[in-house]
């Protein structure tokens, strides 16, 4: 990223993200401590007590913003609310703070310090505080004013990180790893094995299921609240278009103009973008060196006919791999930066217009690539921009003339309820729905969340408030109320049937294979059992503990996946009829494929030593941790847990 930091890019737009960087390397202190010091309106008050230790809500809202943005920089745009609330924050927050105050007082309790010499060489590596290499005091105020922290907060902070680091240390000092447990992770890792087992679903039960009214009656009596007609309304509206009434707006005074511009500068942005052309020598991802340093040597021999004058177009078109751009003498477009894979991306943003690259190796082969044309991000003026924003505000007012008209219809008619006379005084028709319930589309307006719930809220004869949407603002009153009501069996007699089919087809696929399986172990084989109930055995393939909780033609399930790797040659047989998904699963072991040792190179024995190596220091922390937090007195504001309580 920080290839975008050029020496010609002077644009506010790029010191904003320099300062970004810089400031990534330094929040992180402040992941977990937050700014020691401050106070604000609620710092006066402790949101936690670790025994002796009170945290103040600043920092454990420090330390939660630190974590939603780390955690959104992780996840980008599939970072939603649903996730944030699954992520459980706040409580993340809390436990980290609380493990910080804990470790802070052990090794505060052992009797570790910190010099100042300690302080100063660690603050002094940070690159966010450099400058050609070198600690800069000049810039190491310059970040902590930009970030509001004083150097007495930031040197607090890092004496109890350093602090908590040489426990950290102690902790963890003795720590090593085995042979043995070196051996038995590979072959837990690599030890396979193949399953036989048989799939029962409900769904193959269902037309066994016999109906006989006093029992289809019984259940209906049963689930009367499942078949609930749900309350349904249709609406008389009125829809007022911003796009009729933008022919009333015409003149923008100057600094209407200027304020849009400035209040919208996003949508004027000039994203940083580059057209390039390449040739590709293709080589396979199974290639030896040899057949690689053949495929090298051919683009080598065309980036030197491209050094003798050699046109561009022309050898792509015969000479490179990529079918989709050959034929186009080798054009790639217009493309911003990170949309290409990371080695071809760095060259091309590192060359100017005209420029051909030097052989560029990455997954697919190598390429040779020549920059056409390059734009740097920056951001239009109002006058380049003048056309947009002009249009741009003629939406805007016209949206904010139909609300206000949509409005003035809704104070004037309210008390009546007249959406005739509001729709003569704004020369509109009125537009009728049919009926729909609150998980419809409604008929002419679609899925707008704000109009049904509005809708649903009204009583008869009532005018809804204004609802303003992408379509315009929607002025409505109910037509027509059907209250929600049970229906007679008969009525939905299909529905019930279908449903019973399904809940009694679960209880019939549980009862066969609770008795295949007793015949499995009678039998002592599950395909004789099989064979016998005239039910199809298969086959998952060969797998290892590697795949976690997944089971190859199976699904996840982490109970099968440990009972399957309890199985041997002694004992094969599945014990218990397992649950996935909406069916049952019995298992027998058909094949096992014992690791062999004589695989375990030392690249292999390096990776899982040093992954064992961390499991096990981090095993130490947290026992650690587990027997503080047992011993410790601690308590939670009231306010602060009304707060996670009611997320």
Known sequence: MLQLIRTKQKTFIVRVIFWVIIAAFVGTVFL??????????AGTNAALQVNETKIAYEEYKSAYSNLYNLYQGIYRESFTPQLEKQLNLPQKAIDQLIGQALMMQEAEKTGFDVSKDELVASIATYPAFQEDGKFSRDRYIQVLNYERISPEQFEASQRRQLLVDKLREQLQQNISVSAKEIEESYRAENDKINLNFVRLLPASFENKVKIE???LEAYFKE????FRQPERISLRYLQFDPARYEKEIANFADAELERYYRRNIDLFEIKEQAKASHILIKVDKDADAAQKEVRRALAASILQQLH????????????SDDPGSASKGGELGYFGRGTMVAPFDNAVFSMSPGDISELVETDFGYHIIKLEEYIEPGVKTLAESLDAVKNGLRAEKSRQLVYEKAMDAYNINRKSGDLEAAAKANDLGIKETGLF???????GIGREEEVIAAAFSLNNGELARPVQTTQGVFLFNIKERQPSIIPELKDVRAAVEAAYRKVKAVELAKETADKLLQNVLAKKSLNTAAKAAKVQVEETGLFSSSYGAFVP???????LSDAAFALNTESPLGQVVFKQGEGYILISLKQTEKADLKNLGTAEHKKIEDKLLAQKKDAAISDKLKVLKDAAQISIDPSLSNELAGR
């Open 32 to 41: 977990v401590w937050g700014r020691g010091g401050d106070s604000g309106p």
């Open 213 to 215: 009214n006093e029992a």
């Open 223 to 226: 689930q009367q609240e499942d």
């Open 308 to 319: 003798e004058g050699a046109d561009f177009a022309t050898l792509a078109r015969t000479k």
């Open 437 to 443: 319930d609150r998980t419809d589309a409604i008929d």
């Open 553 to 559: 033609r199976v699904g996840s399930s982490q109970e």
